[in-house]
């Protein structure tokens, strides 16, 4: 059997491994600069958006914090959750699902089968996960706290009530989600980037079509040009 599977999944049903995570990438590429590259292709079934990233798929795996040998962590996956190493991958694209909301939001990982002692040597979240700091350093005053719930919360009212309920229920059935088979495959190949709605150009990303601004500047970083096309395929830069 495969050591991993690539699957869809809601971003915003993975969880954190770590408490704190850096501002920049191993090659020191922005964190939060990286939100424009990720773009935006039409869903299908229980998705209306998948997410295409400029790096490879995060590796998630199915896991029980606390549980320390493979026998307790196989009874542990009955009541577990979907956890990344990848940490800093996973802030962008919660970053770019929760832009996105209500929006029902998917995009393509690879599920372990097995964490391989990674998770329990890397693991130090307070929180199981749910949030995360990210800073120059963990005890730097710049750093801040991303919670996905926080910023899909409403502050003046309910952008439609029904879809945000349905993205909800995604969200809490991928949670609960207990055996890799149950999650959708993942497309054989994508098929290009294309807008979210008719009459959107190509190549499309989050950052464009939200409006969100990654920069405190307000400023487009160079990665990206006019139209805010990935100039090249930056997948082995972003390392964790």
Not at 109 to 136: A, F, N, Q
Not at 155 to 181: F, K, R, W
């Amino acid at each position: 059997m495969s050591m991993c599977e690539e699957k869809l999944i809601s971003p915003l049903a993975l969880r954190f491994s770590q408490e704190h995570i850096r501002k920049t990438f191993r090659d020191g590429r922005s964190v939060d600069d990286s939100l424009w590259l990720v773009k935006v292709s039409p869903g299908s079934d229980m998705y209306d958006v998948i997410l295409e990233t400029p790096f490879p798929p995060i590796e998630i795996v199915r896991w029980q914090p606390g549980k320390r040998d493979d026998s307790a962590q196989q009874e542990s996956e009955s009541y577990g959750h979907w956890f990344t190493v990848d940490n800093r991958r996973l802030y962008v694209l919660q970053r770019a699902a929760a832009a996105l909301w209500p929006k029902k939001v998917g995009v393509a990982v690879e599920v372990l089968h097995s964490d391989l002692g990674e998770m329990r040597k890397k693991y130090d979240s307070s929180t199981e996960g749910r949030m995360v700091s990210i800073g120059s350093s963990s005890h730097c005053s710049d750093a801040t706290i991303w919670n996905w719930w926080s910023a899909v919360s409403p502050t003046s009212g309910h952008l439609n009530i029904q879809e945000e309920h349905s993205a909800m229920s995604l969200v809490a059935d991928q949670d609960a989600v207990q055996t890799v088979p149950s999650l959708p495959n993942a497309p054989l190949a994508s098929t290009g980037y294309l807008g979210l709605l008719d009459g959107l150009p190509p190549g499309l990303t989050v950052g464009l079509l939200t409006g969100v601004d990654s920069q405190p500047s307000g400023k487009r970083p160079a990665k990206c040009n006019n139209n805010g096309r990935k100039l090249k395929f930056l997948g082995q830069g972003f390392k964790e």
